[in-house]
């Protein structure tokens, strides 16, 4: 049982039931369509939501705090910024409760719809110098929305795809919805990068940031579309069929499987704190303190962003030949060895090397990311999957992500930057610690 997990030998995880298990899938529906349907999904929902982080790192303090604190403005930015993964645990709890007990395909059709409205507006929402006072309060309330639709996206869509992938290739499967949020990222910086280099700064500051918000509408279209014509996972029809739907999840996984959800949690600390470092905070620091010009900075991330895409798979397959622990594992110490890099890279070093440190920080995302998409589900039982991995997902961006930009800039104010650093191999030992707690929980 997935509750009981401590320290030992490799064990085999809960199995993932159902006919793809078996090796098949669910009748009516074709594997690359469901595939597609988790990659595109998340992608579409992760560039929704960090298009936020890159508007925050740019423009949302000068909009809507007041210019007579300009001091205050960015910390105001990353403040309204973690709002979001404090909602997120929220949206896990509550579409994966029915995501149990109703179904993956019509929870995951909500969560995109909630996520698709909440940035649409942030588009259309008045600034401070329109609205006043009432500007960020309706700002932290969209953004408290965005995280709600996210905390149900990510644990269903990788249930999507591991509940549906055939026997020996969960952790490959499991990379899809994973591959969604450099995707989401690259397209998010790209468009943000574009209407810099097409409008310039003064137009991108007055009005044009809040295009990539407004895009969003046509961009949730699609997914709804894939996804309202998708299958129910098999998984999820065999546990009803053995009528095994539990009345309240989050109570059974406080219960019974409190030691998983702490281990997930714990395990994808470091995910959160690389990407979140590396992108709003660099972004951020890059601009403000080095003043290299925004257009500069966000063709970097696009250009390291691409070697997350690249490490992704790799990871997963080695997830699936040699375990989810020795990859985590190994990624984690890496990673925690990477912080030390940054007061020479990021601080004092040439465009160059800044791109290099950002492409190591966002390849090391990737190693760490990918095998949490089979990890996580293969802790818990079919019945409070949805509940149990979405929480310790979203429960791990409470600690990795939600105050990390602005941890990361109270440090950098105090400190120095090798705090920074510091913050990052303290969240890759945090990780490395949770994996090595663990047993395995499967090769495929």
């Known amino acids: 049982m997935a509750g009981n997990a401590g320290v030992g030998t490799p ?28 990659l595109v999904g998340t992608t579409i929902e992760f560039y929704d939501f960090y298009i936020y982080g890159t508007a925050a790192a740019l ?38 409760h029915f995501g149990d007990r109703v179904g993956r395909k019509s929870t995951l059709v909500a969560s995109m719809l909630v996520m698709g409205l909440s940035t649409f507006l ?28 996210l905390g149900g996206e990510w644990g269903g869509a990788a249930l999507l795809a591991t509940e549906n992938a055939p026997a020996g290739r969960r952790a490959w499967f499991g990379m ?7 995707l989401g990222f690259l397209l998010a910086n790209g468009l943000f990068l574009a209407l810099l280099l097409g409008f310039g700064e003064t137009t991108f500051v007055a009005w044009a940031w809040r295009v990539p918000f407004l895009v969003s509408a046509a961009l949730v279209g699609i997914g709804l579309y894939l996804r309202v014509s ?30 998983p959800l702490i281990q997930g949690s714990l395990s994808i600390v470091v995910c959160y704190a690389l990407f979140y470092i590396s992108t709003v905070f660099a972004l951020g620091y890059a601009v403000g303190t080095r003043h290299m010009p925004r257009s500069d900075v966000l063709g970097m991330l696009c250009g390291a962003v691409v070697f997350m895409a690249i490490a992704t798979p790799i990871s997963a397959a080695l997830a699936d030949r040699f375990g989810r622990r020795p990859v985590l594992m190994t990624a984690s110490a890496l990673a925690a060895l990477s912080g030390f890099l940054m007061p020479a890279m990021l601080g004092g070093g040439t465009p160059g090397e800044v791109l290099l440190f950002l492409s190591i920080e966002l390849g090391l995302m990737g190693l760490t990311f990918a095998p949490l998409g089979a990890l996580l589900p293969e802790l818990f039982p079919t019945r409070v999957r949805y509940t149990g991995a979405s929480s310790a997902y979203n429960l ?29 191999t303290g969240a890759a030992a945090i990780s490395f610690l949770a994996v090595a707690s663990m047993r395995e929980t499967g090769r495929g």
């Not at 064990?11 to 349907?37: C, D, K």
């Not at 899809?176 to 450099?182: A, H």
């Not at 409470?398 to 510091?422: E, F, K, R």
């Open 59 to 96: 423009v949302i303090g000068q909009a809507f705090f007041p210019t007579s604190a300009p001091g205050t403005q960015a910390l105001n930015a990353f403040l309204t910024f973690g709002i979001a993964f404090v909602a997120r645990p929220v949206g896990s709890v509550l579409f994966g």
């Open 122 to 149: 942030i588009g259309v929402l008045p600034g401070y110098a329109t609205a006043g006072a009432l500007a960020p309060w309706l700002l932290c309330g969209l953004r408290f929305g965005q995280g709600i639709g």
């Open 11 to 38: 064990l085999q995880g809960p199995p993932i039931e159902g006919t793809a298990a078996r090796g098949g899938v669910a009748p009516g529906s074709g594997l690359g369509r469901i595939v597609l349907a988790s």
């Open 396 to 424: 791990g961006g409470i600690l990795g992500a939600s105050l990390a930009p602005y941890a990361a800039q109270q440090l950098l104010d105090h400190g120095g930057l090798a705090w920074v650093g510091y913050y990052v």
């Open 176 to 182: 899809f919805p994973q591959l969604g949020p450099p």
């Open 230 to 259: 998708m299958q129910e996972t098999p998984a999820f029809l065999e546990a009803m069929r053995r009528q095994e739907r539990v009345r309240v999840p989050l109570a059974e996984v406080l219960g019974r499987h409190w030691r």
